[in-house]
């Protein structure tokens, strides 16, 4: 199974991507995830995609196209992946499908977590604070959480990831999903939507 997550900052991608590679047995690739630990580690990577994920901007296509490309030719994807994060615009939506047929794969779903703004905004926000009141360094703040930086996440998304899901629609593959319920029942609507309840 080959799937893509999308959704805006907060709507549940990465809550959802997890449970749902755990039920697969299959890799989750989180593009936030990968950014974050580059910066923490100070790799090539960190340093070009700091000064954008600190401000809450998109990493510049190029860098995160051949990162993803890279990532996907190593052995741990042959089983198949969840993608979070990625595709993020309408360039890497069409990158991501020409790099699959290089490969000889196909995408199997997109699937959309819809929440309205108002939760994008009040989810990112309680991590930040929840966060800062933990002092285990495992749950390393997230600077981009801060209430003067989620509205640019947000606008980003509307201008830059909605269209991808006319993408997905026309080629059939979207599925939509309602992520403004309990995470549990979103991925049994999830598990449902892909026939793969009980
Ligand atoms: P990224 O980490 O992908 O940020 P995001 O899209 O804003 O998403 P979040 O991680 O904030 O939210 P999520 O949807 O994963 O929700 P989660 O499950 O964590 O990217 C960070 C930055 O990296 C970007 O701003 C950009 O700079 C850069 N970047 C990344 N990918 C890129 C790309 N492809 N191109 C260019 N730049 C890129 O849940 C959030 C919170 O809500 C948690 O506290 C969770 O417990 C809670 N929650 C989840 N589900 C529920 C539920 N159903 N009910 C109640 N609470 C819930």
Redesign the pocket.
Same mark, same amino acid.
């Given at each position: 199974m080959r799937l893509v997550?999308l959704?805006?900052?907060?709507?549940?991608?990465?809550?959802?991507?997890?449970q749902l590679c755990r039920h697969l047995g299959i890799v989750e690739i989180?593009?936030?995830?990968?950014? &974050?630990r580059a910066i923490a580690s100070q790799t090539d990577l960190g340093h070009k995609?700091q000064p954008?994920?600190e401000?809450?901007?998109?990493?510049?296509?190029e860098?995160?196209i051949e990162f993803?490309r890279q990532r996907l030719l190593q052995p741990d994807t042959a089983k198949g992946w969840v993608l979070?994060?990625?595709?993020?615009?309408a360039f890497?939506a069409e990158e991501l499908d020409f790099l699959l047929e290089d490969l000889n794969q196909q995408l199997d779903w997109a699937i959309y977590?819809t929440?309205p703004e108002s939760?994008?905004m009040t989810?990112?926000v309680? &991590?930040s604070q929840?966060q800062a009141q933990d002092s285990t360094p495992s749950t390393k703040s997230?600077l981009?959480?801060h209430p003067e930086i989620?509205p640019r996440?947000i606008e980003?998304?509307y201008e830059r990831t909605v269209p991808i899901l006319e993408y997905y629609g026309y080629r059939q593959k979207l599925l939509t999903i309602n992520?403004?319920?309990?995470?549990e029942?979103?991925q049994q609507n999830i598990l449902h939507k892909l026939e793969l309840d009980d």
């Open positions: 997550i959704g805006g900052p907060g709507s549940g991608k990465s809550t959802q991507a997890r989180s593009s936030g995830n990968i950014l &974050r995609a954008y994920v401000k809450g901007e998109l990493v510049p296509d860098i995160l993803m979070e994060g990625y595709p993020r615009t890497q977590l929440v939760v994008m989810r990112s309680a &991590r929840n997230r981009d959480d989620v996440r980003l998304f992520g403004n319920q309990p995470s029942q979103v």
